[in-house]
């Protein structure tokens, strides 16, 4: 990664109709980008405009990062997060960040994370896993002795999806890659993270370890529990 890539949002550009909705929206906006302009991260992370809210999680390589949860007056790119379940993660990592058992985990090391843009010239995707652009990067970089673990992360609805699913092999493929690279400071893994609770996944045979072994995390258990264990199997 570069200052300069790509994958780096360097502006978001917004299309706002042209009533009093829109111009109570564009309002709260540019109220928004002064505050992260001055680098007022709390204050910003309290932002809303009615169904459209800011995640300023600032372990994320740039912010804000946007929810909209309902209908707006406006169209915005990049996207904003289209599942409940990118912002659940987003949210659910920067509380674990900050307890006492996300600390002891994470150690010495930073820990930078980056929204994955899911085309190939700018994302970074899988060929092998069905074309699958995850849709968060997450490192955990040791600052003294330049090793990095580098995760490649998807929350998604698993209730339907066959346990077959190539996406679900990804977890393999990166172990093979990092063997290609053959880089002793570099570890790779991968994971996803259902917003499906293990109950009510159909096509299912297995026992929820039996997934949690494919690096598969169940969201509905709760931040503190499965990112401890997703922490625990990057480590």
Not at 13 to 36: R, T
Not at 38 to 46: H, R
Not at 72 to 86: N, Q
Not at 131 to 149: K, S
Request: hydrophobic share 40%.
């Amino acid at each position: 990664m570069k200052e300069e890539d790509d994958a780096l949002l360097k502006v978001y550009h917004f299309e706002i109709e042209n009533d009093s909705d829109g111009e109570a929206y564009e309002k709260k906006i540019k109220a928004l980008q002064l505050l992260v302009k001055d680098g007022k991260i709390g204050e910003a992370s309290q932002w809303n405009a009615g169904q459209m809210v800011a995640i300023c999680f600032d372990r994320h390589l740039y912010y804000p990062l946007f929810a909209i949860e309902g209908a707006v007056p406006l169209k915005m790119r990049p996207l904003s997060f289209d599942a409940p379940g990118e912002v659940q993660f987003v949210r659910d990592l920067e509380t674990f960040y900050e307890s006492p058992i996300g600390q002891k985990l994470i150690g010495k090391r930073s820990l930078y994370l980056l929204r994955n843009a899911d085309t190939k010239a700018k994302g970074l995707g899988f060929a092998l896993a069905g074309n699958f652009y995850p849709d968060f990067l997450l490192w955990l970089v040791d600052d003294e002795t330049g090793e990095q673990w580098l995760n490649f992360i998807d929350p998604k609805g698993l209730r339907q999806m066959n346990l077959n699913d190539p996406k679900l092999g990804l977890y393999k493929e990166v172990k093979v890659l990092q063997k290609k690279l053959g880089d002793p400071k570099l570890t790779l893994n991968a994971f996803i993270i259902s917003g499906t609770q293990f109950a009510s996944l159909l096509n299912v045979s297995c026992k929820q370890a039996d997934l949690e072994d494919r690096n598969v995390l169940f969201m509905p258990d709760g931040g503190p529990v499965y990112l401890k264990k997703m922490f625990e199997r990057i480590a």
